[in-house]
């Protein structure tokens, strides 16, 4: 029943087009009556009312009895149906993977946080990211037929249309997108991780109504997601967001992406490890430094985090620092923008107003008044599970597209 509507979507049929605009609408709006839908789409109320029935008998949508009105006969309310079909998405991290799996309302049905794996740009580590998907989805309790779609974060520059990754797992003249098909055996995007985040965090997270929102996500590295006017900004080939690759200091030291001086190099995960190393190298003291002089296993991003959170002074300065460093250049975001919402995610964010505050002191000083008074600054709702939300949500909502 699904595959088919799909089918018809990408052969192009009207009836197809018009069920795909209904789809959509239900997606972004809940349930909602015949009148509703009919006055949104432009639409008649036969032509609404012969499509809901024909995609009630399909098992798209569920007639959810009639709402309650102050007089006169009462509508029907019409709405997508959870179980008739399901939405997979994977959320790349450097040390493990995180899956989960939601249905067509967007509830999550299934979830397994922090899956361990080591994150490489190999063929090899392609291989078990593509292991560990298959393993999760073969223990799932839902009928895997009913997969639409699975949506893939992955950092750095993907071209979420075209399929392409042109920063990791980039080995083949092929799309990676298409590549992932091929191994899953089930119909694959990808698309950047902080736009999931961003969108996870715009549809089911702090924002509440607000249709211009920048989420910053400082993780290992650091990048931004746009949504303007309700809507996420990708940029002509999907490259939008590079906030870490702006030119801010002087340095000689070398950003990953082989240019010297990028705002990451000193305002990120990446240098929140380095500067913390450098300096308990020094013999600065922390309740870290016999966990990195044991050169065991390496010093993760939430290792440094649970340190802050648990009040080591050595920490908690470097991450002020950032904070302020950060704030910095999201007053200049604010200053170009003018958003109503500015979103501070991705793991440094779990130092919450260790990272937050820093944040907003130095937003103040350096925005304009006017500007800033109307962006409201707030750490993200979703936390660590923003990726994983936003992947599987874009997963569905990639099928729905204009």
């Not at 789409?41 to 008998?57: A, D, H, N, Q, Y």
């Amino acid at each position: 029943m699904h595959q088919q509507l799909l089918k018809e979507i990408e052969l192009g049929s009207k009836n197809a087009l018009i069920k795909k605009k209904f789809v959509k609408y239900y997606i972004y709006n809940g349930s909602a009556t015949i009148t509703d839908l009919s006055k949104e789409l432009g639409l008649s109320v036969p032509t609404v009312t012969k499509f809901i029935s024909e995609m009630c008998e399909e098992g798209y949508i569920n007639d959810y009895g009639k709402l309650e009105t102050s007089g006169g006969r009462h509508p029907s309310l019409y709405g997508l149906n959870p179980a008739s079909g399901y939405f997979v998405g994977v959320d790349i991290k450097k040390f493990s993977v995180n899956i989960g799996i939601i249905n067509f309302k967007g509830d999550m049905v299934e979830q397994k946080m922090g899956i361990p794996y080591r994150f490489e740009n190999t063929p090899e580590a392609l291989e078990e990211l593509c292991r560990l998907i298959s393993k999760f989805i073969s223990k799932t309790s839902i009928d895997t037929g009913k997969i639409l779609n699975i949506n893939i974060n992955i950092s750095g520059r993907v071209n979420p249309e075209s399929g392409y990754s042109f920063s990791q797992f980039n080995f083949s003249e092929r799309p990676l997108a298409e590549i992932l098909t091929e191994k899953l055996g089930f119909q694959v995007c990808i698309d950047n991780d902080t736009r999931a985040m961003t969108y996870g965090e715009f549809l089911q997270g702090c924002v509440k109504g607000e249709k211009n929102v920048i989420f910053v996500n400082v993780s290992w590295g650091l990048g931004i997601g746009i949504i303007i006017d309700g809507k996420i900004y990708n940029g002509k080939s999907g490259f939008s967001g590079e906030f870490g690759h702006i030119h801010a200091f002087d340095n000689e030291i070398l950003c990953h992406c082989g240019k010297k001086g990028c705002l990451e190099t000193q305002a990120s995960g990446v240098a929140m490890h380095r500067i913390l190393l450098e300096r308990i190298g020094k013999n600065e003291k922390s309740i870290l430094s016999s966990r990195v002089a044991s050169k065991e296993l390496p010093l993760t991003l939430d290792e440094i985090i649970e340190a802050v959170n648990k009040e080591d002074m050595l920490c908690i300065e470097i991450i002020e620092e950032i904070g302020q460093e950060l704030g910095k250049h999201i007053a200049g975001l604010i200053n170009l923008f003018n958003p109503e919402m500015v979103i501070i995610g991705g793991t440094l964010s779990l130092a919450d107003d260790y990272l937050i505050q820093p944040i907003k002191t130095a937003i103040k000083k350096y925005s304009l008044n006017l500007v800033n008074k109307d962006s409201i600054v707030t750490a993200s709702k979703l936390r660590e599970r923003a990726g994983v939300v936003g992947a599987c949500l874009l997963a569905r909502s990639r099928m729905f597209e204009d």
